[in-house]
């Protein structure tokens, strides 16, 4: 049978102790008032082990300063001893208690913790398998997560991802790499427009063209923390060079009706 040595540790620091104690009073000389220590035991067992460990603790401490207190020859009657052990009952037991409570929030807010840190990495799993890019900002435009779409879209580094850059950092990366199908003249304008855009939380969505033939259709949703989350659906198969870019919302509602709705109805539907 496994025991776990955080139980047991603080009891047996207290064992350890009240036997010293008692074999130095009785055979060196009178010991000191060992009160103070013995709190700091509890305390240790409490927090290592638990509740019961700190009143495993505790009794060790209250049994072995009686059996000293009465090497004096005192009796039960006698008000200061009676004093003195009821103090270090309630002083050990109240520390055992708080200490134990104390351990148990801290366990349960390590598990939580645990647990949110397991979701987010399965979160994360799941927004890295998708084709739709997805760029998660804080309340600073400070990218928190971008996944592995957006990071293939744009030909964005995982030093340059991993190290969050800003939403305009992003911006002049894909300006810089020539992801953008857009004259030069026009990028800067673009680039301002959609900085702007995302700090308003400007739902609106619009379409990218990009410079290899694809077009993603951006959409920004304001999050209630004031951060932003960027999403990069690929419509390509729905726009095309030879569609009229007025009509893209028309394909787009009747993609929508039925997401199985292959290529050619829509050419139909021209």
């Known amino acids: 049978m496994h025991i776990d040595w955080r139980i047991v ?8 102790i009240a036997g010293a104690s008692i074999y130095a009073d009785r055979n060196v000389a009178a010991f000191p008032d060992l009160s103070a220590l013995y709190i700091c035991v509890v305390a240790l067992a409490g927090s290592l082990g638990g509740t019961v460990s700190g009143l ?21 009657a006698d008000g200061s001893i009676v004093l003195r052990l009821g103090l270090l009952t309630l002083t050990a037991g109240g520390t055992a208690l708080i200490t134990g409570l104390l351990r148990l929030r801290m366990m349960n807010a390590l598990r939580r913790e645990r647990e949110r840190h397991a979701t987010a990495a ?3 799993t799941a927004l890295n398998q998708t084709d739709i890019g997805i760029v998660l900002l804080d309340a600073d435009t400070r990218a928190e997560f971008i996944n592995r779409a957006f990071r293939n879209y744009f030909s964005l580094p995982d030093a340059k ?5 800003p939403f305009i950092a992003l911006m002049y990366h894909g300006r810089d790499t020539g992801a953008y199908e857009l004259p030069q003249d026009e990028l800067s304008h673009f680039i301002a427009e ?30 209630p923390d004031g951060g932003r989350m960027l999403s990069y659906a690929p419509v390509t198969d729905l726009i095309r060079r030879t569609d009229n870019p007025a009509d893209a919302d028309y394909y787009l509602s009747l993609r929508g009706r039925d997401r199985r709705l292959p290529i050619h109805r829509l050419r139909a539907a021209e």
């Open 161 to 165: 991802a991993d190290s969050k850059p």
């Open 122 to 124: 399965r979160l994360s």
């Open 9 to 16: 540790l603080g009891p047996a620091f207290a064992i350890l």
């Open 56 to 76: 495993i603790s505790a009794g060790i401490a209250v049994l072995a300063s009686a059996g000293i207190l009465s090497d004096y020859n005192a009796t039960v």
């Open 194 to 223: 959609r900085v702007g855009m995302v700090r308003a939380g400007d739902p609106t969505p619009i379409n990218i063209k990009l410079r290899n033939g694809e077009v993603l259709r951006f959409i920004c949703t304001a999050l």
